[in-house]
DNA sequence: GAGCGGGACGCACTTACCTCA
DNA sequence: GCTGAGGTAAGTGCGTCCCGC
């Protein structure tokens, strides 16, 4: 997202942090995305899919454990690295996610929405993606923020994860981004406003010194204002129409940082 | 062309689970 | 083993956009 500048060039030029914009991204990005329309599916049904009875095929728990015994014996040698690693910490939805990746994915086609619960509407568990799952979504975040429905079907499948879930991987992940990026925004704030606050002080200390100066000696005031310029390091105030003259000067204390870098030579003093 | 309903999607907020000190 | 904090996957509600009628 856009290019931030240093501290420096935000509180010396004007403030330019672009906050939201990251939003404003989002949304470009995410319109082409509509173009592809999926199949869809009534809204309703999406909704309370979870709370309807559902008629399985699939073996029962006990059934279930002596397979998944029998298969692990047979298939880990030949198990995908990323299906073999990443795991829920609940066998009953470890099952869901190793006995139906296939029929998953043709349901995710229908509804990418539709929740993760098992359909015994036991409690959700907790997935952890692997290391491996996560550099790779990591990889495509960088690539894109959004993702179009082809993306997010090959990336599941390239991840063994359902569609559902690498959608709600990007939703976290943009969320976790904007909130970052939120912070340093803060912090940009933060010192840009220190920053601020000091230049005032210091601007309304340069005031009352100068205003106690118009006070002390009114004589060098009634020259124009433009053409005076001060030295900082020699601290003299000399008048721009005869710069060099050591008549015109005059010495001013006691650190009065009153300098126009445009008009400001160095040969003045 | 305007209005409306519905679907898809993103975001904000929240919950629930897991890990770790 | 217990506990609280932090991280994060997932659920929910809402707003917006687009499309078909």
């Known amino acids: 997202m856009m290019g931030y500048g240093t501290t420096d060039d935000l509180c010396n030029t004007g403030l330019d942090l672009e906050l939201g914009s990251f939003h404003a991204e989002q949304k470009n990005c995410s319109q082409p995305d509509r173009l592809f329309q999926p199949i869809k599916k009534n809204k309703l049904a999406l909704k309370y899919d979870h709370m309807l009875p559902s008629l399985t095929l699939g073996p ?14 047979d298939l880990q040698p030949q198990a995908s690295s990323l299906s073999a690693v990443s795991s829920f910490s609940n066998s009953s939805i470890k099952k869901e996610r190793e006995f139906g990746v296939g029929e998953e994915v043709d349901v995710e086609r229908v509804s990418s929405r539709v929740s993760d619960e098992d359909e015994e509407g036991s409690p959700r568990k907790k997935l952890r993606l692997t290391k491996e799952q996560s550099v790779i979504l990591e990889d495509n975040f960088k690539d894109h923020s959004t993702l179009n429905p082809k993306q ?16 709600v991987w ?3 992940r943009r969320a976790r981004s904007k909130l970052k990026q939120t912070e340093v925004d803060c912090e940009l704030l933060k010192k840009c406003c220190e920053t601020l606050t000091s230049e005032n002080k210091r601007l309304q200390k340069e005031l ?4 106690s100066l118009k006070l002390a000696s009114p004589v060098y005031m009634q020259l124009p204002a433009a053409t005076l310029t001060m030295c900082p390091s020699c601290e003299r105030i000399c008048s721009g129409s005869d710069q060099g003259s050591s008549t015109s000067t005059f010495t001013v204390g006691p650190k009065p940082n009153f300098y126009n870098p445009s008009t400001h030579s160095s040969a003045a003093c």
């Open 60 to 73: 029962s728990e006990e059934v279930y454990r002596s397979i998944r015994k029998k298969i692990d014996a």
């Open 152 to 167: 997010k079907q090959a990336l599941a499948e390239q991840l063994n994860l359902r569609p559902r879930q690498v959608e």
């Open 170 to 172: 990007f939703q976290n």
């Open 208 to 211: 009352q010194e100068l205003k």
